[in-house]
């Protein structure tokens, strides 16, 4: 079975992270798109990986301090603005490919919260594309599951987890699948977490040899900064 690609932050090697040219890029070289998502201080969802705007906005703040409109306002990158989900969600209904979003959590939040904006999110809209939602925050996952359970969901794993409390998370949260640091996976984890009936994606791969061993691994998909590489 081929190793599928996913554009990772839209296609962040490419073009400015997140922004809706780097996810267009995405959709048009990869098999499916990953974008980060944040709550904005208005309970919208900001497309952004960080919780400071200070490395992608060059601004002091948090996306927490800022309604969507604000953050919409602002520069990420090329002129790009950064972009709300929604308009993510009405980009990938022209494309026949799945959107990852990445539900994004920090401390002292309620891990619940961020869930139940994204679920009604994509309640408002008619239509949706292929969604998968994931996240380190398997409290945050779990809440998704249970209060939007037609959603494919991914466990991604954190660094210091064993093959066994991964295999115990996916026995508690019946995830669709897992998603791991390509550079800890080794055939036996890769085949133990495979055993166990998900789909197994690894992150980030951006060079030809990482590519062939993760395929060689049995690895479904790969995220990757350069979409179209493979």
């Not at 927490?64 to 520069?75: E, H, Q, R, V």
């Not at 961020?114 to 309640?123: H, Q, S």
């Not at 998900?198 to 040899?209: G, I, P, R, T, Y």
Request: glycine share 8%; with cysteine; aromatic share 6%.
């Amino acid at each position: 079975m081929r190793c599928l690609t996913i554009g990772h932050r839209g296609a962040k090697g490419l073009a400015p992270e997140n922004t809706l040219r780097a996810l267009r890029i995405g959709f048009e070289r990869a098999d499916a798109v990953e974008c980060d998502v944040s709550l904005s201080g208005d309970g919208a969802l900001a497309v952004i990986h960080d919780g400071s705007l200070m490395r992608r906005i060059r601004l002091r703040g948090r996306v927490k301090d800022f309604t969507m409109a604000a953050l919409s306002s602002f520069d990420a990158g090329d002129g790009e603005k950064l972009p709300s989900l929604r308009d993510v969600i009405l980009l990938a209904g022209s494309f026949s490919k799945p959107l990852i979003i990445e539900i994004k959590t920090f401390a002292r939040g309620d891990p619940r919260l961020p869930a139940e904006v994204l679920k009604k999110t994509l309640l408002s809209f008619p239509d949706l594309p292929e969604i998968m939602v994931c996240s380190f925050n398997h409290e945050t996952l779990r809440h998704f599951r249970n209060i939007m359970p037609g959603i494919k969901i991914i466990a991604t794993i954190k660094q210091e987890m064993t093959g066994d409390e991964i295999c115990a998370l996916i026995d508690s949260i019946s995830p669709e699948g897992v998603s791991v640091d390509f550079r800890g996976l080794t055939p036996s984890l890769a085949a133990k977490i495979k055993d166990k009936g998900v789909f197994l994606q690894a992150w980030v791969v951006n060079s030809d040899k990482d590519f062939k061993r993760m395929a060689k691994m049995g690895v479904d998909w790969v995220y990757t900064d350069f979409p179209g590489k493979f």
